[in-house]
T-cell receptor, first 113, second 114 residues
Framework: SQQGEEDPQALSIQEGENATMNCSYK?????LQWYRQNSGRGLVHLIL?????REKHSGRLRVTLDTSKKSSSLLITASRAADTASYFC?????????????FGTGTRLLVSP | KAGVTQTPRYLIKTRGQQVTLSCSPI?????VSWYQQTPGQGLQFLFE???????NKGNFPGRFSGRQFSNSRSEMNVSTLELGDSALYLC?????????????FGQGTRLTVV
C-alpha cells in the first residue's frame, strides 16, 4: 500500500514560475526522499531530508519537512521546460539495517515554454 | 562512478513464460531493492537483498523471486507470467552505511506481457 499521497496530482505552469508539490504520509520515518521521473524512465534522486531536519536546499530545489503534520513539500524555483516530469516522494523507514522506501502517488509537472 | 545498470531495457513476453531481469548496483553498494511500477498501483516494493540474503519482501506472489550474487549484482525472476505483470521494474542500489542513505535507481526494465 502507498503511504504517501501527493498533491496536486498534476500541475501546469509557465517557464520561470515556481512549482510546489506536497506529500503527506502516515507513519514515523527516518527520512524522506524526492525523486524525478521522466516519462516512464528511471527515477532520479533529487534530495534526502532527515526526520530531524526542517528544510533543505539543493540548487533550485527547496524541501521542507514537518514531522508533526507528517508532510513535506518540494519547491522548484524558476521552472524550466526541462523540469517537466513526474515527481515522487518516498518515505524511508530504517529497521535492522534495512531501509524500505514507500512511494507517494506522484505529481505530474508540465512546464510550458 | 557508474550508476545502476538494468538489463534488458525492454522485454516482450507471452503469458505463461518466465523472465529474468538483471541489475548491477553502484560499485560498493551492497543493498539492492526491486520495485514494480504500474499505472494502477504506482511504485510497489518487491524485495531487498543485502550480501546475498533477502531481508525483506513485499506483498507479491511467489512467482516473483530474486537473488543476489557475491559481487552484489541481482536478478529477479517472474515465472508463469500474467498480463498484469506488465510493468516497469526498477532496481535501486544503496550503501546503507547509515540509517539515512540515498537510494539510486536504474533506468528500469519495461516488461510487456502479451
Amino acid at each position: 500500500s502507498q503511504q504517501g499521497e501527493e498533491d496536486p496530482q498534476a500541475l501546469s505552469i509557465q517557464e520561470g514560475e515556481n512549482a510546489t508539490m506536497n506529500c503527506s504520509y502516515k507513519t514515523s520515518i527516518n527520512n524522506l526522499q524526492w525523486y524525478r521521473q521522466n516519462s516512464g524512465r528511471g527515477l532520479v534522486h533529487l534530495i534526502l531530508i532527515r526526520s530531524n531536519e526542517r528544510e533543505k536546499h539543493s540548487g533550485r530545489l527547496r524541501v521542507t519537512l514537518d514531522t508533526s503534520k507528517k508532510s513535506s513539500s518540494l519547491l522548484i524555483t524558476a521552472s524550466r521546460a526541462a523540469d517537466t516530469a513526474s515527481y515522487f516522494c518516498a518515505t524511508a523507514i530504517f529497521n535492522t539495517g534495512f531501509q524500505k522506501l514507500v512511494f507517494g502517488t506522484g505529481t505530474r509537472l508540465l512546464v510550458s515554454p | 562512478k557508474a550508476g545502476v545498470t538494468q538489463t534488458p531495457r525492454y522485454l516482450i513476453k507471452t503469458r505463461g513464460q518466465q523472465v529474468t531481469l538483471s541489475c548491477s548496483p553502484i560499485s560498493g553498494h551492497r543493498s539492492v531493492s526491486w520495485y514494480q511500477q504500474t499505472p494502477g498501483q504506482g511504485l510497489q516494493f518487491l524485495f531487498e537483498y543485502f550480501s546475498e540474503t533477502q531481508r525483506n519482501k513485499g506483498n507479491f506472489p511467489g512467482r516473483f523471486s530474486g537473488r543476489q550474487f557475491s559481487n552484489s549484482r541481482s536478478e529477479m525472476n517472474v515465472s508463469t507470467l500474467e498480463l498484469g505483470d506488465s510493468a516497469l521494474y526498477l532496481c535501486a542500489s544503496s550503501s546503507l552505511s547509515t540509517e539515512n542513505t540515498e537510494a539510486f535507481f536504474g533506468q528500469g526494465t519495461r516488461l510487456t506481457v502479451v
